[in-house]
Every structure is written in C-alpha cells, then in structure tokens.
C-alpha cells in the first residue's frame, strides 16, 4: 500500500539523516573485512624485523665524565668579566669544542686509526670513499667517529659525559679515553699558544713603550740642561729675597715720607732752631746744655767783674762759640733735612726697580718650574706604564710552559661488559607498527577503490537507508537443506536475523490489512530468492497467513526450493486469465503457500492488467504477500509489479553488491515515483 499525504496523495518516504557515525563505522567495517591481510602484512613486518634483529650486531657504548672549568687561572684572565654568564651556555661551547674536527682528528692520529691493523671496523666504512691524501683521510675518519660519538651536559653543571658506541667494547673505551685526552691537550695547546702569542705581542709592546719613556726622560734633562735654576729651592729663595725686598721699599716709603714732612716743615718755619730734629739732636742738647753752663759763668763773672776783666771777656768768648757752633749745628740739620728726602727717594727707585726685576724672575722660574713637572709627570706616566707592562711581561713570559688544561677527567671510560644496542625489542616494535601503518593504509587505499557494498554503513551511504537486518548466509539449499532452519540442528544466528526481518518487514509496517513485500536485488549474485523463501517460511510458522510469490520469469527458483513444480505459474495466470488459485502449491515442511513463477518468460506480462488483479486477489486472500522480482536493472518492466508492492526489500550480498548498483537501484525507484516504502537487508558472509 502507497503512503499518501494529507492531500491524499503519493509521496516517496523519507529519508533518514546520515549517522555522524558512518566514516568511523566504515573504517571499522573495512578493517574487519581485510583483518587476515593486516595480519598477514604485520606478521610478514614482525618476521622481516626479527630477522633485522638477529643480523644486527651488538653495539657496546662506554662513556666517561669530564668538569669543565668555568674560571681559567691563567696570568690574562685575572681581569674576569662582571657579566653573568650560564652555567649550560659555557658547557654547550665546550661540548662543541670536543666534538670539533681539531679534537677527533687527534684522536685518530693518536690512536692510529688511519691504519688498518688500528680499527678494522671504523676502516671498512672509512673506506668506501677513503681519499688517498692523508689528511683527508683523517678527516674522512675523524668524520666517521662523530657519528657514533655523544657529548652531553649532565644537568645544569659543569660536568660532560662522553660516549662512544662501537662493535668493539675495548675500541669503544678507547676512543673515549682518547676524545678526553685530546679535548683537554687542545686547552692546554690554546692556552699555550695564546700565551706565546701574548709574550710577542707585549714584547713589541713594551719596545714601544721603552722608546717612548727614553725620549720623555731625554726631554725631561735637556730641559734642565737649558733651564738651569729651575728647581725648587731656586724658587724659595727668589720668593724670600722678594719679601725682603718688599720689607725694605716699605721701610724706605716710610721713610721717605717722613723725610718729605720733615723738609717741608723745615721750609715753612722762620726758626730752624725751632725744628724738632734739631731739638732732638744730642749734639745740640749737649750744645745746649754747655750753653746753659757758660751763661751762668757768665752772669757770675759779670757780678762780679768788670766787662773789660779778662776772665769775663774770657766766659763771653766761650759762650759767643758755644753759640756759634749751635748755630752750624742746626744749619746742618737743616740743610740735612732737605738732602735726606732726595737719599729716600732714590732709595725707593731703586728697591721697586729690585722688587720688579725679583718678580720677574720669579715668574720665569715658575713657569719653568711648571713646564719641568709637565715633563716630569709624562716622564713617570710613561715609566709607570712600562713598569706595569714590564711586570705582566715577566709573568706570562715565567708561565708560558706551565699551563693547564681547562678541566680534568673525573671517570675514565671502561670497556662496557653488556652490550647497549641494538634495542631488538624496539626494532620488532617498529616493524610491526610500521608494517601495521602499511596495512593500514593498503586497506584503506583498497576499500576506497573497492566499488563492492561490505557493511552496513556501505548501504547507508549509498542509499541513504540503514538496512532493516543484517543476516547471515541461508544455510544450504534445497530440500534436504530447509529443514536445517527448524530442525534441532538449525543455524541459531539464522534463526535469529530471520526473526527480526520478519518483524521488520512484515509486521513493523504498522498495517492492520493485507501487506505486499517485493524482494529484489541489484545483482543476481545476492540470491535474494533463498532468504525470501526463508522469510516466508518463517511467516509460516509462526502462524502468518502467507504466500510466496515467485515473479522472476526469466529464472524461476522458488519451486525448485520448495520440491514443486513449475507447470502452472503466475506467467500462466496472468497471461491466460486463469485462476490464480490454481497456481498454488504447499511446502511440505512448513505448510507454506507459494505460486511459481510458470512457463511464460514474457517481461511484458509485469505491465499487464492481469498482474494488478493477481496481486489484488491475493491480497484480499492473505494477510502478507511476498512477491521474489528479477534485478530491476536487468528486467525494466519488473519496476511496475514493485510500484504496487506496499514494501520493497532490496537484498544486498556483502562483498559482492557494488554500490553503484545499489544507489542506482534506489535511484531508479525514488525518480519512478514509487511511493511504497524501501527496505534494505544486508546478508553479510
């Protein structure tokens, strides 16, 4: 029966959203389905990798331990620098240096590697591209040592460890051995040459700076050659003869001042008697006082004489000289007076002409003096220099010889008793998982070219639907087979899936009527007619008034599976419009109901009239009718029984219904219009 729309019209089903689901359940499905080529592919991995394993020599590693110094104690390096630098940045240089080309091609030269007696091993495959100069021999070797040479920090410290993987345990210890040696004679080797390089540098420099102190000191004598009182006391004595100088012009201003006064007080006075150095004069004191005496002598004798007595006239005469002389006394110190300030004012010419003429020379002696400790101080710059070059010269030049290396081994290596590698456990794990990730992709490359429907998550994808059931193969054929269904020994599986499409497809269509099932497939490969008589029969037993149907004209089956006869059929009825009753016949073992398909073969017959009332008598007849069609690709008219069938069951094989067919088929009944429901059933097996 068609589905109709409110309008009562017909309209296609629905068609179910796509399960998120289907690309994971498709990969599954393709993985299950090639299992035994994944496991033949990783089997053949893991026998390929285990036979690796076996024909892989043991590998033996030795490793040994190496601090590093972070502070050279060498004479140049006394200055450290104040920036921080890392503890993993000073040993990751150092690493570089012990794997650097100088340090391995020692080694080879100490252990005589270029040698085949040395190490065979390393020779062999030093050998492929073995140069014929020595030297490129070595490196080619020192080349081949890298490879299997590890330098690491432990840490954060300062301590390397080096390892050394080989065939050889003892050659293993050896090179190991040797790569320490060598990296610290190296240190010892830079250090050494950098010293050397040092003692000639400063060597040129202190030469330089020789010549320099030579000619300063040179300069320093010829200056004191041509300036001869240019030393200090020279200076000290100027400066004292200055301040005398100064002491005496001051003392001759005074007293040319004075002077000046005196002579000008000596002009305006009417009495130079009067005059304050002729008072103060001794000579006229005593002049004076003797005065003073004769005019008491006098002044007695004129008491007492008579003016013509000859003692008076003497006392008078006296006293007339003492007189006299004071007079030329004081006439003296007058006249002195005047002459006394021209003698001062000569005086202070002079000592000024002293005084400037000492300055003079004091400024000339200071400014040599200041020259002269100008030289002097370029003089001892250039001596200090040198002193101090001298003195780094005498201590790099007494320890060039003695240097030591930047480090010291802490372990040495020992030859390893167990072999390290190779880890044959992980070359089998490897091998499988790269043979499984072959597999993987070979079975994905090949379900995607594989065109054939394998799961159910194919048919959904293909058509859209999710089948109804997932059966397995029907077990066997013929008669002596169906009763394997029923029997004691029936298949439980079978019987199970059977169930289930029966109430998928007969009783899960929510009819109370008369429901008509087409059973077709896209190929003829699927052997539908199997599982639509093992449907029916089902029906049969479980007390369903059923009929089967056989509408495949071209290749009739179901009376062949059934033990009937194909005499008279549904062709017969339709094309003779004969009673459709008496086309049917009895399963002896279930009491099931079925036509066969009759002796016409023509396709024509799915069009006719005849058909649409066979198909009504049967339905008014029985409750569920099952109708097994021809592939509707190859049989065209076989489209129009199916659009009067309520459901159309495609039946598709697992590994053998491609899915373009299957979309195509689905395709063909949607674009015809047909409105009954489509069912998919995968047999999977």
Not at 15 to 40: D, E, G
Not at 173 to 183: F, R, S
Not at 299 to 308: G, R
Not at 309 to 333: F, G, V
Request: aromatic fraction near 4%; hydrophobic fraction near 45%; charge should be negative.
């Amino acid at each position: 029966m068609a589905v109709t729309d409110n309008a009562g019209n017909a309209r296609p089903p629905a068609v179910p959203a796509a399960n998120p689901f289907n690309p994971v359940l498709w990969l599954i499905s393709a993985l299950w389905q090639y299992k035994w080529l994944i496991v033949a592919i990783v089997a053949a991995g893991v026998a390929g990798a285990t036979v690796l394993a076996s024909r892989m020599p043991d590998v033996y590693s030795a490793s040994g331990l190496l601090e590093i110094d972070p502070e050279p104690n060498t004479v140049l390096n006394e200055q450290q620098s104040s920036r921080f630098v890392p503890a993993e940045t000073i040993t990751e240089t150092e690493v570089a240096v012990i794997r650097s080309s100088r340090v391995l091609q020692q080694v080879v030269a100490q252990l005589n590697l270029e040698f085949s007696s040395a190490n065979p091993l390393l020779r062999e495959e030093a050998e492929r591209d073995m140069p014929t100069d020595r030297g490129a021999a070595r490196r080619a070797i020192a080349s081949n040592l890298a490879r299997n040479l590890s330098v690491a920090p432990t840490g954060r410290s300062f301590v390397v460890q080096v390892s050394y993987e080989s065939e050889d345990p003892d050659f293993a210890a050896q090179v190991v051995n040797a790569v320490m040696a060598e990296y610290l004679g190296v240190e010892v080797d830079t250090a050494r040459d950098f010293s050397r390089e040092s003692v000639a540098l400063l060597s040129d420099r202190l030469e330089d700076l020789r010549r320099t102190l030579t000619e300063r000191e040179k300069a320093v004598q010829e200056y004191l050659r041509q300036n001869r009182n240019t030393e200090a006391a020279g200076t000290t004595a100027l400066a004292e003869r200055l301040n005398r100088l100064n002491e005496q012009l001051s003392l001759a201003q005074a007293q040319l001042a004075s002077a000046a006064a005196t002579a000008s007080s000596s002009e305006r006075s009417d009495d130079p008697a009067a005059l304050p150095e002729v008072v103060a004069s001794p000579l006229i004191q005593a002049l004076r006082a003797q005065e003073a005496t004769q005019a008491r002598e006098v002044d007695e004798l004129q008491t007492l004489y008579k003016p013509t007595h000859p003692r008076l006239i003497q006392a008078r005469s006296a006293l007339a000289a003492i007189r006299d002389t004071i007079a030329q006394e004081t006439a003296k110190i007058a006249s002195s007076l005047t002459t006394s300030e021209a003698v001062q004012q000569q005086r202070v010419l002079s000592l000024e002409a002293d005084v400037e003429d000492v300055r003079g020379q004091l400024n000339s002696q200071r400014d040599a003096e200041f020259e002269l400790r100008r030289l002097q101080r370029e003089a001892d710059a250039a001596k200090r220099i040198y002193e101090s070059f001298l003195d780094r010269f005498n201590q790099v030049d007494n320890t060039t010889g003695f240097e030591q290396a930047q480090g010291r081994i802490i372990a040495s290596a020992l030859p390893p008793v167990q072999p390290s590698g190779p880890n044959r456990l992980l070359v089998l794990a490897g091998g499988g998982v790269l043979s499984g990730a072959l597999a993987f992709m070979l079975v994905i490359g090949l379900a995607l070219m594989d065109r054939r429907t394998r799961s159910a998550s194919d048919v959904t994808r293909a058509t859209g639907l999710s089948p109804v059931a997932v059966m397995p193969p029907v077990p066997g054929r013929g008669r002596g087979l169906r009763g394997k269904l029923f029997a004691e020994r029936r298949n439980a599986r079978f019987a199970d899936a059977i169930s289930q499409l029966r109430a998928a497809l007969l009783l899960g269509a929510g009819r109370d009527g008369a429901l008509v099932v087409a059973i077709t497939t896209p190929d003829r490969k699927s052997d539908h007619a199997a599982l639509a008589v093992a449907l029916a029969q089902a029906a049969a037993v479980a007390g369903d008034e059923v009929v089967l149907v056989d509408a495949c004209f071209d290749r009739p089956s179901v009376h062949l599976m059934l033990g009937g006869v194909n005499e008279y059929g549904l062709s017969d009825a339709v094309s003779e419009n004969g009673e459709i009753e008496g086309a049917l016949q009895v399963d002896g073992q279930t009491a099931l109901l079925f036509i066969a398909a009759g002796k016409e073969a023509d396709p024509s017959l799915y069009r006719a009239k005849g058909m649409d009332d066979v198909v009504d008598e049967l339905a008014e007849a029985f409750s569920r009718v099952i109708v097994v069609l021809p592939p509707i690709s190859d049989v065209p008219d076989a489209q129009a029984l199916s659009a009067i069938a309520d459901v159309t069951a495609i039946v598709v094989r697992a590994a053998v219904t491609e899915r373009s067919e299957l979309t195509d088929l689905v395709s063909q009944l949607r674009y015809a219009g047909y409105a009954g429901k489509i069912a998919t059933v995968l047999v999977d097996g």
